[in-house]
C-alpha cells in the first residue's frame, strides 16, 4: 500500500477528533470547575500525549527525518489500521455527547455535574479512554516506524495508568455510592473484560 493512504488516514483521525471536541471544549467553559486536580503530573502526561499522538506523528508525515526507524508491516495489517479509524472516532464521538457539560480534558468536577451511566457509559466507565487505546492501535498499524508508531501507546499508557484510580477516586469522593455501585456494574475500558 502506497504509504499516503496510511497517512492520510491518520491525519483523518486527528481532525475528526478535534472536529469532535472543540464544540463541548468551546461550551462546557460556561460550566464552571467546582474541583480541579489538574497537577504537575496530569500537565505534564497531557503534553506527553500531545507531543506522541500530535506532533511525532506529524513530523513522520510531512518529513523524513524518522525515517531511519521505519518497519514494514504487511498490506492486511495496514487495512486493519484503515478500518480501526471508524469505531474510534464513532466512540470518540458518543463519549462527548454522551458526557456533554461534564466533559473536561483533565480531572476536573464541573459546577453543574452529574454521573453519566447512560449511552456508551452504560457499558463501559472509560468509552473516551477506550477511543483513544484504538486509536494507538490505529497508529502503530498505520506509521510503520518505530517512534512515531509507538509514541503515541507509549505516552498514552502512562497517561491513563497515572490518570486512572485518581480519576475513578475524584468521582467517588464526590459522589460515593452511586459511583461505587456504578464500578460494580461495569467495566473500564472493555465490557465484560476489563
Ligand atoms: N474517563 C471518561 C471521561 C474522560 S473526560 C472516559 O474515558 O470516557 C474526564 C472527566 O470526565 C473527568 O475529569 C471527570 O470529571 C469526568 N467523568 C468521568 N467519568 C464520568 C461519568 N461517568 N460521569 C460524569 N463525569 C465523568
Redesign the pocket.
Known sequence: MNPIIPNIGYLIIIIGTFVVRYPYQKRNKANKIERNEKDSIEKFTLALVFLGMMIIPLVFILTDILNFANYNLPFPWRAIGLLIIFPTLWLFYR?HKD?GL???V????REK?????QGV?KYI?????SSIWLWTIAQILLLNNYIAGLSGIISFGILYFLRVNR?EKM?IETFGRSYQNYISRTKRIIPFLY
Open positions: 463519549s458526557l461534564n466533559w473536561s483533565s480531572l476536573e468536577i455535574h452529574t454521573i453519566i451511566d457509559y466507565r472509560h468509552p473516551m479512554y480519576e468521582m
